[in-house]
């Protein structure tokens, strides 16, 4: 076994700044000497959504002090580390700069090696921090700005089965809990609504299920709950209406990502005869547990195991960016002070697909 490698992960893409420090090596589950996850929820939250401007600056305010927090819990400090990874995009990219200068700062001063990682590659390679998945394996990224099924065949290797024609899922929960009136940041609103609702009170659509294929539709989903709302004919929503809403919507939406989950586990079984059948499910609408043993029943049914990461490592954190780090490190991927942050970054360069274009 190789020696183990120490990397100190940086992630600020969108609305939380976030660091931490992994010890380990590739072929073994790290350990996670500190994780530290600080949400911009309450700046954000009067408007709605993530204001770009608001979110930048408050990771220019965060990081220094987080980074010293980090390698303190972590009982370490620069010179202990072997490299230094930060997310280098796709995302909000004023956000993107703060942690990637941040980066480069260090790396120059205290003469690390630089990782640029892509905040989906940290999503896509975050179930193996704590789980032993061997590649390739087939995943379901669901996140705010992202909704793509994948094989993942290792680090820098992927192949596009299918993605959103139009909005992404954890953008049409949080449109959806927006309309409802139900609090930022959406998902978990919805999810915890949900809870006390009827999912077959209102007939929503699912889009896309009766064709074939691997790809998504959402916009019309959102749609249809507006008009569902708008249909009940009242100035306010009643609590039972919002509930039953956010139930039925889910439910539509949980039967679409099944759905397709299971055309891209037959693709999967065709292109990879002998591998182990795993279905991954990453990205911050991974937390939501309906959908979890939804998709736990459709890869039952065809012989796969379903594996989703823990919860703190589903949605953004800095622990998914340091592994990703540490497995290109290894693979001997190195980059220089003067690697460019990038607003968009597929994760399937190849592939010819208007929703891989992030
Ligand atoms: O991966 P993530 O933290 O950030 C992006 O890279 O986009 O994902 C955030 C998204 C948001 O749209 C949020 O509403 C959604 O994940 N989300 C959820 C839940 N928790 C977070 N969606 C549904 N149910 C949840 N429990
Ligand atoms: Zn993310």
């Known amino acids: 076994m190789s020696a183990p490698l120490t990397i100190l992960g940086i992630e600020t893409s969108c609305d939380e700044t976030a660091v931490a420090v992994l010890r380990g090596t590739p072929d073994a589950r790290p350990q996670i000497l500190s994780h530290l996850v600080l949400s911009q929820i309450a ?11 608001i979110a930048a600056r408050a990771h220019i305010e965060a990081l220094d002090d987080l980074i010293a927090a980090a390698l303190k819990e972590a009982e370490l400090t620069f010179s202990d580390l072997t490299a230094i990874a930060a997310t280098a995009g796709p995302g909000l990219v004023g956000g993107v700069i703060v942690g990637l200068m941040t980066a480069k700062g260090i790396a120059h001063a205290q003469n690390l090696p630089l990782v640029g990682v892509n905040h989906l590659e940290g999503h896509a390679l975050s179930v193996r921090l704590t789980e032993e998945a061997t590649f390739p394996y087939l995943l379901l990224l669901v996140s705010g700005g992202h909704c793509q099924l ?3 065949e290792g680090p820098g290797n992927y192949h596009l089965y299918g993605a959103t024609i139009d ?3 954890g953008e049409a929960f949080d449109k959806t809990a927006k309309m409802l009136n139900l609090p930022y940041p959406g998902g978990p609103s919805v999810e915890r609504a ?3 609702g009827d999912p077959a009170r ?10 074939p294929g691997r790809d998504f539709s959402f916009s019309g989903l959102k749609t249809a709950v507006r008009h569902a709302a708008e249909g009940l004919g009242k100035e306010r929503l009643e609590p039972q209406d919002v509930a039953d809403l956010a139930a039925s919507f889910q439910a539509a939406a949980t039967d679409v990502l099944a759905n397709r989950a299971a055309h891209a586990m037959a ?17 911050g609408v991974a ?6 043993s939804h998709l736990e029943a459709a890869a039952a049914a065809r012989d796969f195991a379903l594996i989703a990461p823990p919860l703190q490592y589903c949605t953004d954190n800095a622990a998914m960016i340091a592994w990703a780090g540490l497995e290109l490190f290894a ?3 190195r980059d220089t002070l003067a690697l460019s942050p990038r607003a968009r970054w597929p994760l399937d360069q190849k592939a010819n697909h208007p929703g891989a274009k992030v």
Do not use: C, S, W
């Open 150 to 152: 994948l094989a993942v």
């Open 167 to 169: 909005d992404a899922v």
């Open 331 to 333: 693979l001997g991927h």
């Open 43 to 53: 700046a954000h939250a009067p408007y709605g959504g993530v204001v770009p401007e």
């Open 287 to 292: 937390a939501n547990q309906h959908l979890r």
């Open 202 to 211: 209102f007939d929503l659509p699912r889009p896309l299920i009766h064709r």
């Open 194 to 196: 949900a809870l006390a």
């Open 267 to 283: 693709r999967f079984i065709e292109d990879y005869p002998g591998a182990t059948r795993t279905l991954v499910v990453a990205g």
